[in-house]
């Protein structure tokens, strides 16, 4: 996996961020920051953007010989744009390695527990598990899910009372599993057999490390295949996506779904809550309290 990555910085009204941030992606670029806040992933980058404030977008790309001419290339391709001819600045910024954002990370991110099982832990962290305590080891990647964002806390949550109940789910899709963070959960807690799905192949590789990093390869099966290509019938589906994904693959889920099985919908905000729900109402599945944390909630739907 790439270790590092020259930062070069965009200075561009918030009405352009949109379509800077696609041709940054066409040109080569690893992500993008908007100011120093990372995008989050359940949140469109243009929510709560100012049209008409200035904001610096930081591209990350695979180091070149040349910044310069990197920054020249950039220039020109946005420059025939007439959108945004003469409306932005290109910079180079710092370098930026792997190991200076861990360090970053390890000052916030320390063991907790999810339920009454499981704990999640980093590398760098020691932990003794207590009786009947399962341990998960992950660390920050470039893939999401550490665990300490809500909604992956409140899907953990879910999938360790699923799991606890007397008939619980034997199978389960992980549907853009990220990290993994959700099926090794979930294989911590019990569930036998596990697929972890994303189309990004860094989160796949992310994934497939952290899977074997904490010896659950056995239990869960890593697919780089689109939820509609996928094969097979589960007994559990979780979904920590956009809202709007979530109501793209409905159909998808539910052929996947199996007469009796839990669907878990999460990446929602509270403002989305209706507009999901709206998306689901004409299905047949019955639906579970709603869970909250912040401003995001989960959804339990039963087929």
Not at 65 to 80: A, M, N, V, W
Not at 166 to 186: E, F, K, R, Y
Request: aromatic residues 8%; negative net charge.
């Amino acid at each position: 996996m790439k270790n590092e990555w020259i930062v070069i910085e965009v200075k561009a009204k918030g009405e352009f961020v949109d379509l800077i941030s696609a041709i940054l992606a066409d040109c080569g670029c690893s992500g993008t920051v908007v100011e120093e806040r990372a995008l989050d992933t359940f949140v469109a980058p243009d929510d709560s953007l100012d049209f008409l404030a200035d904001y610096i977008l930081k591209a990350y790309f695979d180091e070149v010989s040349d910044p310069q001419l990197l920054i020249s290339d950039l220039e020109g391709t946005f420059g025939e744009i007439p959108l945004l001819k003469n409306q932005i600045c290109v910079n180079l910024g710092a370098s930026v390695r792997m190991e200076d954002w861990a360090e970053d990370w390890k000052q916030n991110f320390s063991a907790f527990h999810v339920g009454k099982k499981l704990v999640i832990r980093p590398s760098w962290e020691e932990y003794i598990p207590r009786e009947g305590e399962v341990v998960i080891e992950i660390d920050p990647g470039m893939a999401f899910g550490t665990g300490t964002h809500e909604t992956t806390q409140l899907c953990l949550e879910v999938i360790a009372e699923l799991l606890d109940r007397p008939d619980p789910p034997l199978n389960m899709l992980d549907v853009g599993t990220g990290s993994g963070i959700l099926a090794l959960g979930a294989a911590a807690l019990g569930c036998q057999q596990i697929v972890a799905n994303d189309i990004d192949p860094v989160a796949c590789a992310v994934a497939r490390e952290n899977i074997k990093k904490n010896h659950y390869s056995e239990q869960i099966e890593l697919s780089e295949h689109s939820l509609e290509d996928l094969s097979g019938r589960y007994d559990l589906i979780v979904a920590n996506i956009l809202a709007e994904e979530n109501i793209r693959l409905r159909h998808a889920f539910m052929e996947h779904l199996r007469p009796g099985g839990w669907l878990v919908l999460s990446g929602i905000l509270k403002e989305k809550e209706a507009l999901v729900r709206d998306g689901f109402a004409d299905l047949l599945l019955d639906f579970s309290p709603s869970r909250y944390q912040d401003e995001w909630v989960c959804l339990l739907l039963r087929r």
